[in-house]
């Protein structure tokens, strides 16, 4: 019922930069929070970024400083613009979103497949 295609992932040299992109289609009414977890092999998924639908952000403190998440509601689509990208980021990316299917409908959430970035020399 939602689709989200994620794009952007690569390899780049450490101090690098890459943007992700994560666009949503579907039965969607309204968009709330979007996001962007990690994980690292051998890890568990962590947080990275989260936006709320009117624009406020968080971060993983490993994060703060260096990535940038935004959002265009217009497009249901999210972005995180990751700089001075170290080895330690290096990880599968997964777009989160939570939204509604209607007016008073429940809150679904919802994950994309995911998209590796690696981060080395």
């Known amino acids: 019922q939602v689709q989200l295609v994620e794009s952007g992932g690569g390899l780049v040299q450490p101090g690098g930069s890459l943007r992700l992109s994560c666009a949503a289609s579907g039965s969607i009414f309204r968009l709330h929070d979007m996001g962007w977890y990690r994980q690292a092999p051998g890890k568990q998924r962590e947080l990275a970024a989260t936006i709320t639908s009117s624009g406020s952000s968080n971060y993983a403190d490993s994060v703060k400083g260096r990535f940038t998440i935004s959002r265009d509601n217009a497009k249901n689509t999210v972005y995180l613009q990751m700089n001075s990208l170290k080895p330690e980021d290096t990880a599968v990316y997964y777009c989160?979103?939570?939204?509604?299917?209607?007016?008073?409908?429940?809150?679904?959430?919802?994950w994309g497949q995911g998209t590796q970035v690696t981060v080395s020399s």
């Open positions: 989160n979103v939570r939204y509604t299917m209607s007016r008073f409908g429940s809150t679904y959430d919802h």
